[in-house]
């Protein structure tokens, strides 16, 4: 996923705007002339002044490309579909595994990956309850990492 | 150094969980170097969450073990796939793939380890004798001094050894500005935190590494789209036969590989990738038979192979004095120091000098186990490299994902290494390299807390910067970096002005 250096810029110009804006109402340190916005607006005016370098480089040395070059990958119908689903495992994994708990969610994260790609369909299932066994083993009990139980609280061990 | 406080370090190395941890974790490390596409930043990345739970002694000696052993065994797939197993070992790659057709596998491997674990022996000594005569110069060091190491190593990283300058300047920024985020800064007050307790304590690094380490390179395994890689030989004769003779033709070589290796490493922002493709320029160089170098010839892996493991140990020198990490891997460690109360800086040759000289200890042991181990991983590899990625890869997506949650018991950590992984991805296929930005976040809030009080103390007057003597060196030698591309800029054109 390639941006033209002009959008990359202008993306950071915008970014660097907002920062510049938002520590312009920092209040400074109370007997001093200097408060916590300066360190971050001097960041800021920086970054804005690589982010117009950037843009003119663009402008010089990429007139021809367009804004956007989508990778090679995103066209094949394979890699695109195992990037979303790595993607959406995370999400899954962020928004359900408290309800959930760690031991299915992490099931359920290894053996999708597993069909995504392309492993023996006999191995997915048993793999994945053994790493997530394993795992769970090592950080719960080993490492006293307070991994959740979600709706298998009543048989937890 | 006294002579109880060296027997305290014995003891606190020499003790069966402490060498249990090393022997795992060297396994661990070999294991992760061999693999194409698991890198040593990486195996450290993975490491730190489980390391949260040791003792400072183990903590810090699993990560110098690990990637000590990854930086080698990148060398095994060089030689037997031509794809290094970590970026380090890309500068020899070919060379050694060269050799393995020529039947010579085992001399290229033979060399990767033996002259990798005397290139990490010369970067342990120059280590332990120049660390504790820096901290000493360090303790004349205050805050303008300090603000002026951090601005010089980080224009080091910006300007030395990237391809776009102006990029790395960017994502420098960026890593910088990310380090601002929440409580934490001089004047206590919460910067762009928009009301989320999460971000109070700003953005926690070790879930920002492993999502910029590992999440990335997982996602840019998924999305690769080059055919399985096929193993040029599955015969290795003996690694060691003929190694004494390499010694004897090559010292210069390996004494100048480990010299370059440990200079690069101490520089700020350049690691053991930088010290072996400057070395291997530098052995063709030199070399009585340049025209052999890319024909499958050992010298270069010589020095390369050495400068790359002595430059592990060159970068703890900033990080153990000034609390500067001389690389990614050590920029991790640093925040493993923090977390354990071992605060880098002089002092602690003061007040935990037991625990320092232990680390030295780790890095001896660390390169003399090298050898029957990476011996062993040899013999082994070719089974290594036939494990299926698309069965590890999501293994280590869930140590990832349990790792970043076991930080703060939150799964906040998850999301921020989705936002890191995904962030870092998109950046580096633009040609943005993510080092320096883990080197802004690692030193933003120092830079800012000496640049705070230093104009507190002077009242304001910015011209204290420049005139304590140290100060004032050092801000020469970051204007000397920061204006060196104006001057070769401006000589260029003086003398082709002067041609026409």
Request: proline share 6%.
């Amino acid at each position: 996923m390639k941006f033209n250096d002009v959008v990359s810029g202008g993306v950071l110009l915008a970014l660097s705007l907002l920062i510049l804006l938002t520590v312009k109402d920092y209040p400074d340190i109370p007997g001093q002339n200097i408060g916590p916005g300066a360190f971050p607006g001097l960041l800021a005016a920086l970054l804005a002044v690589c982010a117009v370098l950037l843009m003119v480089k663009g402008l010089r040395t990429q007139r021809h490309m367009p804004w956007l070059v989508w990778g090679e990958w995103m066209k094949s119908r394979f890699h695109l579909r195992n990037f979303c689903i790595t993607v959406g495992c995370l999400v899954f994994y962020i928004t359900a595994s408290d309800f959930l708990g760690f031991l299915i969610s992490s099931t359920v994260v290894l053996s999708t990956m597993f069909i995504a790609l392309r492993v023996r369909l006999s191995w997915v299932l048993p793999m994945s309850l053994i790493v997530t066994l394993v795992v769970h083993t090592i950080f719960y009990k080993a490492l006293r990492v307070p991994l959740p139980w979600g709706v298998l609280m009543p048989f937890q061990w | 150094m006294t002579t109880a406080v060296l027997l305290q370090a014995f003891w606190l190395v020499f003790d069966p969980y402490v060498l249990l941890v090393i022997l795992c974790s060297a396994m661990f490390g070999l294991f992760v170097g061999c693999i194409p596409g698991l890198s040593a930043t990486m195996a450290t990345a993975l490491l730190v969450p489980i390391t949260f739970f040791m003792p400072p002694v183990p903590a810090i000696a699993a990560i110098v073990t690990a990637t000590a052993m990854a930086i080698f065994s990148g060398d095994i797939p060089g030689a037997l796939l031509r794809i290094p197993g970590t970026p380090a070992s890309a500068a020899y790659t070919d060379e050694a793939y060269q050799m393995t057709l020529k039947g010579q596998a085992e001399i290229a491997l033979g060399a990767g380890l033996v002259f990798s674990a005397i290139g990490g022996l010369f970067g342990t000594l120059v280590m332990i004798l120049f660390s504790p005569a820096l901290a000493e110069i360090a303790l004349k060091f205050s805050s303008f001094e300090y603000f002026w190491l951090v601005v010089l190593g980080l224009a080091g990283a910006v300007f030395i050894g990237n391809a776009s300058v102006l990029k790395a300047c960017i994502t420098l920024l960026l890593g910088l500005l990310i380090a601002c985020i929440g409580l934490e800064n001089p004047a206590g007050m919460p910067r762009f935190t928009w009301g989320m307790k999460e971000l109070m304590s700003g953005v926690e690094l070790i879930p920002m590494m492993v999502g910029m380490f590992a999440v990335s390179e997982l996602l840019r395994y998924i999305t690769n789209m080059d055919p399985p890689h096929i193993i040029a030989t599955e015969k290795i004769g003996n690694i060691f036969s003929g190694m004494w003779g390499l010694l004897k033709k090559y010292p210069w070589p390996l004494v100048r590989g480990s010299a370059l290796g440990t200079v690069i490493g101490i520089q700020p922002g350049s690691g053991a990738d930088m010290a072996s493709w400057l070395s291997y320029a530098m052995s063709k160089k030199f070399s009585k038979e340049p025209e052999k170098f890319g024909t499958g010839h050992v010298e270069g892996i010589v020095e390369s192979g050495a400068a790359n493991n002595s430059s592990l140990a060159g970068a703890w020198i900033p990080a153990i004095v000034f609390g500067i990490p001389g690389d990614s891997i050590t920029a991790i460690a640093i925040g493993v120091l923090y977390l354990k109360n071992m605060n880098p800086g002089p002092m602690i040759f003061i007040n935990n000098p037991e625990n320092i000289y232990a680390i030295f200890l780790v890095f001896i042991l660390a390169n003399i186990i090298m050898v029957p181990l990476g011996w062993l991983t040899v013999k082994v590899a070719t089974k290594i490299l036939r494990v299926k990625r698309n069965i590890l890869m999501p293994i280590i997506l869930i140590f990832c994902i349990v790792g970043s949650f076991s930080i703060n018991n939150s799964v906040w950590g998850v999301t921020l290494i989705l936002f890191f992984g995904l962030a870092a991805f998109i950046l580096e296929e633009n040609g943005f390299p993510v080092a320096p930005a883990i080197l802004g976040v690692v030193l933003g809030t120092m830079m800012e807390e000496n640049f705070i009080t230093s104009m507190i103390k002077s009242d304001g007057d910015p011209w204290v910067f420049f005139t304590r003597p140290i100060a004032m060196w050092l801000a020469i030698g970051t204007f000397v970096i920061l204006l060196w591309p104006v001057f070769t800029w401006a000589y260029q054109r003086i003398t082709q002005t002067r041609a026409v």
